[in-house]
């Protein structure tokens, strides 16, 4: 019996493969100036990605649309976002897990110390200036090069 279902269990998993990433060994990519991400996945098949985020102190991510929901896990650090708390907006520290739906717009998203991020999106990013006119976009595919390209360039 334990022979079938192992053999069934192989059989089925040469269909699928999983993936498996070793991000300790892989080298961190400029995103933004102090801000460097790995890809840890990138996919045509639901249009996300999922990265992890170093942050510089000081350093931070431009205005912004979610086309596509997110999730972020605070692994380290303090993440500041419209403005934090103090400006009505979310401040998440070491151990916070954040949802951001779609159709969100961020003003600037800062770092007010050292800090990495866990972080998911299903879908892209439309980076726009205070008028709303297009500066960039970051979809799947976009993520997929920068990672081949070795360095993250919004156009």
Known sequence: MTSD???RDALNNQRF?????????EPWLQWYPG???KLLRATQETGHWTILV?????????????????????????????GGVENGGITAIAGDYGYEPNGVIHDMTNFPEDTVIYFTNFGPIWYIDDDNNT???LDWQ??????????????
């Open 5 to 7: 279902k192992t053999q």
């Open 142 to 155: 976009g993520i997929l090069k920068a990672a081949e390209d070795g360095a993250a360039k919004i156009t």
């Open 54 to 82: 170093n942050c510089s102190k000081g350093s931070s991510i431009p205005r912004h649309e979610h086309l596509g929901a997110g999730e972020y896990y605070v692994i380290s650090g303090k993440m500041e976002v419209r």
């Open 35 to 37: 801000i460097d991400f």
């Open 135 to 137: 500066v960039g976009l």
């Open 17 to 25: 493969k999983d993936t498996y990433v070793h991000a300790s060994q």
